[in-house]
């Protein structure tokens, strides 16, 4: 098989869509409601493409046949829409004269070469003892000629400023906690010295134990939070391991098992996975990590939040892993708050820490902007903004736009909307079946549906070329988040443009949101800083939490003063840390009363992987106890229910001083009713990331019974 077959033969994924072409939901079902003078088309419909919207909203002639390649058009260049308030020339919110600042050339494909010179003065920050020096070629490293070649191909010319730096860590065999903006190219950061330590030193062991229905042992695993990462992941390193002789699988949630066991039976070197699935397979004794000598967390900080800790925690430290040591290991994300830094050194042993640009900042080739709009205005600026994007001929012809929402539910509402307004959407989010996903994706990566509505399910990692616009239709509540959002746009060096929805409702991220703006050297509207300078009086929601007061840069945790000076550091850094959190928890109970309608919201991400415990922010357990020697049951978010149905009230007045409420001194872990204010207040601080189990730990040495 040629090197062009093998990267892009299927990733041997088990499902494959029974239709070729995607269905959004309002065309499933009956769709006498829809207005037939929707036309998203414009005025000449053109079903080349296989495409699946027709005048009268019905499937086309090329339904089910459809090839998913064809380029998506622009849409809404003949403006039917479906719209009470009436036509887009007609409207209140005219910003398409915005658009005149915001041109985004189109570059080449991704892979076609990247601008380096956008990296050009880009900080970096190592610490740790005997850093091994970076490199300005992949001449210079011994990668092994086969992984070269395939560098070759991959038109990779010069490492990218992450890969100078890790790559040489990780190939003289030490640990590594690296950060480095989105887009940058961490995947071969970690893959280039996995394949090539596989390479130098294969398997003394056979793939596949003894007797039928054995167990595989890889060598090195790479887990990611989402599957269609793992999946893109794993077709990253297949590409990079093309007759290397490195064997490579995929295994995530959602997809039947069976073919990935029978993947794994034909032998298994790296094996890519999310959590839940992997710790399924274990549990099955299909795959044992005793074998394990290298071992990648892709968007470790995700990983390691409160949602997956507990999973990845058990995966590294019961299931017969090796321990630091004789197993390298290697951290990487784009954001690194202090306290995850901190759980994630139990994992590594004299470990590197390296910041290729600063650790948590977005990158200044994505132009952010932020419009404020009121939250039933949304919909109606959303499209003016498409509108004017369209008519401006912004972004070329392969342009394609991601918006990001808070909930599901509200990525289904939109996606019906904006189909019905004649704009080919699509959408992806947890509660959709894994076919759905990969359809969606697929649909959105062809530009079939050139708009993809998304939950933060699709936040992370995903490399999708010509994602030119990403518009966070919701903000999120964590910057991290948004950081991550907009980083899928603006990557490889090239440019993007992120655009922001704020409401009354974000007020709790203006003030990261704004630091981290001007740190881009972005412009910051004068209301936004409004905001800030009055949510900094409370405290931020943001980065001011997670990174210790607002600070910014590349800060190694180990260099804190508490670290270096021999104190007790387990608690002191958190107290830093979240320094910004009591007064934020104090700030909302005045500013934002409880909306039970959020519910459900942060937690989208909640199908990230089966049988991951959700987002982030737990609730704590009705068998919360009042006795400091045993710590209370965490909840999933799931099981969180609005405060008022609450009760058995449980002082956790143990952990008193330590990101409690100043009002209440005390943490609540159950309510009684009628509830006090402040245990709402606490809520919604829960749900912004308390550091809960981190100080559990602490008290307890453990997070559950
Ligand atoms: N040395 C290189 N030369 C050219 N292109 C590269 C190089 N390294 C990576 N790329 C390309 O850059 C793009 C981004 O890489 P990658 O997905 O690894 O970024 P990332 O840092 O992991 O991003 P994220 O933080 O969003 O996960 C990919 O399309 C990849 O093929």
């Known amino acids: 098989m040629s090197w062009y077959d093998s990267v892009t033969e299927p990733a041997r994924r088990p499902t494959r869509p029974t239709r070729s072409t995607y269905v959004p939901p309002y065309l499933r079902t009956n769709n006498n409601t829809m207005n037939t003078n929707i036309n998203p088309y414009g005025s000449q419909p053109d079903f080349s493409s296989g495409h699946r919207f027709t005048p009268s909203g019905r499937t086309g002639p090329n339904r089910g046949r459809g090839s998913g390649r064809g380029r998506g058009r622009s849409w809404g260049q003949n403006r039917y829409f479906n719209d009470s308030n009436g036509p887009a020339n007609s409207d209140p919110f005219d910003i398409s004269e915005k658009f005149d600042e915001l041109e985004v050339v189109e570059d080449g494909y991704v892979g076609e070469g990247i601008n380096f010179d956008a990296y050009e003065d880009i900080p970096v920050e190592t610490s740790g003892l005997d850093i091994p020096p970076a490199v300005n070629t992949f001449a210079e490293i011994d990668l092994g000629k086969a992984l070269n070649e395939n ?272 704009f080919p959407a699509t959408a992806i989010h947890g509660d959709k079946v894994q076919m759905e996903r990969e359809r969606a994706l697929k649909a959105f990566k062809s530009g079939v549906t050139p708009l993809l509505v998304a939950t933060d399910v699709a936040a992370r990692g995903l490399d999708i070329p010509h994602v030119s616009h990403v518009i966070n239709f919701d903000l999120p509540k964590d910057i991290d988040d948004y950081v991550h959002r907009i980083g899928r746009t603006g990557r490889a060096g090239k440019s993007g443009l992120a655009t922001a929805f704020f409401s009354e409702k974000n007020m709790p991220i203006a003030k990261s949101l704004a630091e981290l703006m001007q740190e881009a050297k972005q412009e910051v509207p004068p209301w936004l800083t409004q905001y800030a300078e009055s949510s900094s009086t409370y405290g931020s929601g943001g980065r001011g939490r997670r990174y210790g007061g607002g600070k910014f840069g590349g800060r190694d945790y180990r260099n804190n003063s508490q670290y270096n000076s021999g104190e007790d550091y387990s608690y002191t850094p958190y107290a830093d840390s979240y320094a910004g959190a009591d007064s934020y928890a104090e700030a909302t109970s005045s500013a934002f009363p409880y909306d039970a309608s959020q519910d459900s919201a942060n937690y989208a991400g909640g199908g990230v992987d089966s049988n991951a415990v959700g987002s982030r922010g737990y609730d704590f357990g009705h068998e919360a106890r009042t006795s400091s020697s045993s710590p209370p049951t965490l909840r999933s978010p799931s099981s969180c229910r609005p405060p008022h149905q609450r009760n058995n009230a449980v002082q956790l007045s143990s952990l008193t001083g330590i990101g409690t409420t100043p009002t209440s001194s005390v943490l609540w872990a159950g309510f009684s009713t009628p509830m006090p204010k402040f245990c709402v207040d606490l809520f919604c601080f829960c749900d912004q990331s308390l550091p809960i189990k981190p100080l559990m730990r602490e008290k307890w040495g453990r997070t559950q019974h």
């Open 151 to 422: 560098i070759r191909r991959c038109k990779y010319v010069k490492p990218t400023p992450i890969q100078r730096h890790a790559i040489p860590i990780a190939m003289a065999g030490r640990d590594l906690m690296a950060c480095a903006q989105t887009g940058s190219g961490k995947t071969a950061a970690f893959c280039f010295p996995i394949i090539s330590g596989i390479m130098r030193n294969p398997k003394s062991m056979p793939v596949w134990g003894q007797g039928g229905g054995g167990v595989a042992y890889p060598l090195a695993l790479i887990l990611s939070p989402t599957r269609e990462l793992s999946c893109q992941i794993h077709d990253e390193a297949k590409k990079f391991s093309y007759q290397t002789g490195v064997k490579l699988v995929v295994a995530y949630g959602g997809a039947p098992i069976s073919q990935q066991l029978r993947n794994l039976e034909k032998g298994v070197d790296i094996l890519v996975a999310t959590p839940g699935r992997l710790v399924d397979m274990i549990e099955r004794e299909r795959v044992s990590l005793r074998m394990i000598k290298y071992l990648a967390l892709d968007e470790a900080d995700r990983m390691l939040d409160m949602g997956f800790e507990p999973q990845i925690r058990r995966i590294v430290e019961q299931m017969e892993m090796p321990r630091p040591g004789p197993r390298q290991t290697m951290l990487f994300s784009a954001t690194f708050p202090t306290e995850i830094q901190r759980l994630a050194s139990d994992f590594l042993s004299n470990y590197i820490f390296l910041a290729v640009g600063r650790v948590g900042s977005s990158t200044d080739l994505i132009a952010q902007r932020v419009e404020y709009v009121q939250e039933m205005d949304k919909r109606k600026f959303l499209m003016n903004l498409l509108h004017a994007q369209s008519a401006k001929g912004a972004y070329g012809k392969h342009a394609l736009t991601l918006v990001f929402v808070e909930t599901k539910r509200g990525a289904d509402a939109l996606e019906r909307w904006l189909c019905m307004n004649g």
